[in-house]
């Protein structure tokens, strides 16, 4: 007996849409920032949108195509 694992959405995403490069990307802004400006609240405020984008895209993008049960079409389509 196996046991499937629930489809996930990354997947379905080509390389520069998966969490490292999401992580890898949004880190280099936030450092980037920091190592051109070298001024805290400009640097936090370029990270606060960042942080946002991140986090809906590793959090509840994936989360909420789970649950519109795309992601089980999807890989019945592909059996």
Same mark, same amino acid.
């Given at each position: 007996? +196996? &046991?499937?694992?629930?489809?996930?959405?990354?997947?379905?995403?080509?390389?520069?849409? !998966?969490? %490292?490069?999401? =992580?890898? +990307?949004?880190?280099?802004?936030? $450092? $980037?920032?920091? #190592? #051109?400006?070298? &001024? =805290?609240? #400009? +640097?936090?405020?370029? +990270?606060?949108? &960042?942080?946002? %984008?991140?986090? /809906? /895209?590793?959090? &509840?993008?994936?989360? #909420?195509?789970?649950?519109? $049960?795309?992601? *089980? *079409?999807?890989? !019945? $389509?592909? *059996?």
């Amino acid at each position: 007996m +196996t &046991v499937q694992k629930p489809p996930s959405i990354w997947m379905y995403k080509p390389w520069w849409c !998966q969490p %490292w490069s999401i =992580v890898l +990307t949004g880190s280099a802004l936030i $450092g $980037g920032c920091w #190592l #051109l400006l070298k &001024v =805290v609240w #400009l +640097t936090v405020l370029a +990270t606060i949108p &960042v942080l946002i %984008w991140m986090g /809906f /895209f590793l959090l &509840v993008y994936p989360r #909420l195509m789970q649950e519109s $049960g795309l992601l *089980e *079409e999807l890989s !019945q $389509g592909d *059996e």
